[in-house]
């Protein structure tokens, strides 16, 4: 039985061959030994997207001699990452891309050499993270950490107690990702003020604005209580020094599949469990993939860059960083995710592929696609919003090997809703060709997010509605209210501007949703008769 460890892959690579795996082509202890020594890239947050995707791009870089430093992944937040995934498998990972017709595509990705925490109270990990930023070598830090993991404050505007701690305790012993990353850049900046660039890779709108002010603000909190000088603040805010580049990721690297499991430990790879961590990351040495992948970066780097450009990604210009973003976000892919995981969880979906063989929600996400979103897409030039949205409808959201959940999707909505549904409808508004008040699947799919916070299916039986931070409140507004029910106060959510980013009754839209909630609402079985109505 195979295991992923560097001896296996050495000593027995033709057993690999024969399980067709392919497996690195540069010489690791070179590679090793150069990132020792004069590290260049160091990424934040250890998760699959990072060691499927971003990993596995350098490794390209390495396999063609376009690199010779490999990548130091850190975690921030689930130490037990690099505990049971990297370290027991020599921070290897086996990569296998899936597509729609069932083809497995596997590789071992080899380009991380080193798997560390960011936790202060592991010495010898806290030294070589010291070491790394200290070195003038350090190119970049890259993250993808989830928005989350930016945020400095709550949903009431105040810091939140981690930070408020981590602001008091100065550079010394920082727990936020962002004071942690601020306390490091603090170091290189006493070491020599060295240039390098930090580049969000999480799928969030202008991540690398987000990135900036989490690390300013803290620098900017502790320069105010005399922890650091005026001179580390102005360090990070010198563009000839320190940039945050904008990008957009898109890639779908779900929790590990059981039938990716059985499929390796048939192909003779043993060892390959699914781990849930005590901070519930579902992970395993296997990273399951869709083919798909694109990330846009704004080439705006100071000290260097990894030639990423060889593997396909592609850099360009901050406007059209923005504008790919805005295609993907508000037009293109995530709109549709959301209408499919809202009314997935309400008629007993589990999987993103088997709606899409459900004609009534393949109907649903085209109108929004094709007829809805098109018209008004932000066309960025350089990939075709068309075929963007081909390549979602047809292959990727129709991958069966994809495991992925529209509970999993229907997760924090309330802070999506403006940006996947309100942007469209405001270029609605803005255009004199245009009428809101003509859009149907957009204020339908709307109408099912309201219909989906009783947490009542469409048979009448409660489910566990995902996380979302502003869950108790919107509840609130639907105390009380019971299929069958034609009135009650869903007008407080669909009027609230803060959610849509616009006045949805002002611009004969919110008469609509209501009207159609309320169709919704009639009995078991109205959100399917109600979709059926608006989509056929």
């Not at 795996?21 to 590290?39: H, I, S």
């Not at 505990?83 to 990705?109: C, E, H, I």
């Not at 299916?457 to 409140?473: C, M």
Request: net charge negative; with cysteine.
């Amino acid at each position: 039985m195979l295991r992923l460890t560097r001896s296996s892959i050495r000593n027995e690579a033709a057993s690999w061959k024969a399980a067709g795996v392919e497996l690195p082509k540069f010489d690791y202890d070179t590679v090793a030994q150069n990132t020792l020594e004069k590290p260049e890239w160091v990424h934040f947050g250890a998760g699959n997207i990072f060691r499927g995707f971003v990993a596995n791009a350098h490794q390209k870089l390495l396999d063609s001699g376009a690199a010779d430093t490999g990548i130091i992944a850190a975690e921030t937040f689930d130490f037990e990452m690099i505990d049971k995934v990297y370290k027991p498998y020599d921070n290897l990972t086996l990569l296998v891309l899936m597509n729609a017709r069932g083809d497995f595509q596997k590789k071992v990705v080899s380009s991380i050499v080193e798997g560390i925490t960011a936790d202060k109270t592991r010495e010898a990990d806290d030294r070589r993270l010291t070491e790394i930023f200290e070195n003038p070598s350090l190119q970049m830090a890259s993250f993808t950490i989830t928005e989350k993991g930016y945020s400095l404050t709550g949903p009431n505007g105040r810091y939140l107690g981690i930070v408020e701690k981590d602001i008091a305790g100065g550079p010394e012993q920082p727990v936020h990702a962002m004071s942690i990353v601020a306390a490091l850049a603090y170091k290189r900046y006493l070491k020599g003020a060295y240039p390098m660039t930090f580049v969000s890779m999480d799928n969030c709108s202008h991540n690398g604005d987000k990135l900036k002010n989490g690390i300013v603000t803290i620098a900017k909190e502790w320069s105010a209580k005399g922890s650091v000088e005026a001179g580390f603040v102005d360090y990070l805010l010198n563009e000839q020094l320190i940039t945050f580049p904008l990008s957009m990721i898109d890639k779908i690297t779900p929790r590990p599949s059981e039938t990716v499991q059985a499929a390796l430990l048939e192909q003779g790879i043993g060892e390959m469990d699914v781990i849930v961590t005590s901070k519930n990351t579902y992970t395993a040495p296997f990273v399951n993939a869709e083919i798909s992948e694109y990330l846009v970066i704004e080439d705006k780097f100071t000290n260097g860059r990894p030639a990423l450009e060889q593997a396909g990604i592609i850099f360009t210009d901050r406007d059209t960083v923005n504008n790919i973003e805005t295609m993907k976000v508000t037009t293109c892919l995530n709109p549709l995710h959301t209408a499919l995981a809202v009314t997935g969880c309400l008629l007993g979906y589990t999987l993103i592929a088997d709606e899409m063989k459900d004609d009534t929600l393949r109907k649903l996400v085209e109108i929004i696609g094709y007829k809805e979103g098109l018209p008004v897409v932000v066309d960025p030039g350089i990939i075709s919003p068309k075929q963007f949205l081909d390549e979602v409808l047809k292959e990727r959201f129709a991958n069966p090997f994809i495991p992925d959940a529209p509970q999993r999707i229907a997760t924090d909505t309330s802070q999506k809703v403006g940006i996947r549904f309100g942007e469209t409808i405001k270029s609605y508004v803005r255009r004199e060709d245009l009428d809101p008040a003509d859009l149907t699947a957009i204020p339908l799919a709307i109408a099912v997010w309201c219909r989906y916070l009783l947490g009542v299916d469409d048979k009448g039986e409660a489910f566990t509605l995902s996380p979302d931070p502003l869950l108790e409140t919107l509840q609130g507004h639907l105390q009380g209210v019971k299929l069958g029910d034609t009135s009650s106060n869903v007008r407080n959510i669909i009027e609230d501007e803060q959610l849509f980013g616009v006045k949805l009754y002002d611009i004969g839209l919110g008469g609509k949703i209501e009207g159609m909630f309320y169709e919704l609402l009639a009995g078991p079985g109205a959100v399917r008769s109600t979709l059926e109505k608006y989509v056929k």
